[in-house]
């Protein structure tokens, strides 16, 4: 696993033109505040049909799926929460463990009458995902999972120890005051050194985020993102050892530059039906970075 971590470094002073900019949800897309499981998630709603729900990460927002809804609309109801203390949701104290923020996505599905979904995520949206589909695997249709790994799951001890995953214990008072005010300068680095080619994360994405992420008591539900991560270890292995293997079909996306074919090695450890898949050309930020190709791969496996 350390080589596709060490391959994303090595890439940072590859800059080529810029390849995707956030775009706009399509003008059927409806955005509402939805209140579950004790806080208020920013959702976007749009189209008719099988639902399938998307999960963003940490550097993003669930802004950075609307090239993916705006094909899959066509043919699908497309739900897109902020998670829990990101983007524009609420902003609670505590709830940051990935098994509680699943019931805040669960709570989602169940304020828009959807009992039983697809589900796409990326980075700590894998995180949620797992903790959604181990809680209701009759609820989760098919995943798709992209590019991160899961605490407590497979090589986890081992994957953490990477240097360039320093962040995961980067929080507290101090470090959110040398941040304040630096967001921008703060995630350039997670851009530029977990991509494969920085420059195709462009001027107007990096603004966008940053602008987000610089919003009251983003960085640090940010922060509490990453310091649940030794709960949800302990959470990941009991829901596991009681509930065994996802048992739904899975598609497990690494990035060549990043975790390639070790995503599917990693998810294999949770789940009995898997599949894997490279998005080319991309280090982590995929929907950036290769966002044709991330598409292809996810709307054929929707489509199966």
Known sequence: MFKYLAAAAAAV??????????????????????QTNGT?????????????VLLHGFGDTGDMWAPLAAV????????????????????????????????????VMDALQVQKAD????????????????????RVARWAVIDAPLPGIGNWDNIIRSPLLWHFNFRGPDEERLVKGRERIYL??????????????????RRHYARLYARQHAIHDAFEQFGAFQQDAADNKSL????GKLAMPVLAIGAEKSFGTGMADELRFAASNVTGAIVPNSGHWIM???PQATLELVTQFLAK
């Open 72 to 107: 899959l609309v066509k043919d699908h109801t497309v739900i897109v929460p902020d998670l829990r203390g990101m983007g524009l949701s609420a902003h609670p104290d505590t709830g940051y463990t990935k098994k509680n923020q699943a019931l805040d996505i669960a709570g």
């Open 288 to 290: 950036e970075e290769n």
């Open 40 to 52: 208020s998630l920013h959702v976007r709603v749009g189209g008719h049909g099988p639902a399938v």
């Open 188 to 205: 350039d680095r997670f851009w530029n050194e977990l991509s494969g080619n920085p420059g195709r994360i462009d001027e107007q994405t």
């Open 13 to 34: 002073v590859l800059a080529l033109p810029a390849h995707a900019r956030v775009e706009a949800f399509p003008a059927s897309f409806h955005v509402q505040m939805v």
């Open 119 to 138: 589900l796409v995520t990326h980075d700590i949206g894998n995180m949620v995902g797992y903790a959604l589909a181990a809680q209701y695997p009759a």
């Open 240 to 243: 596991l050892a009681n509930g």
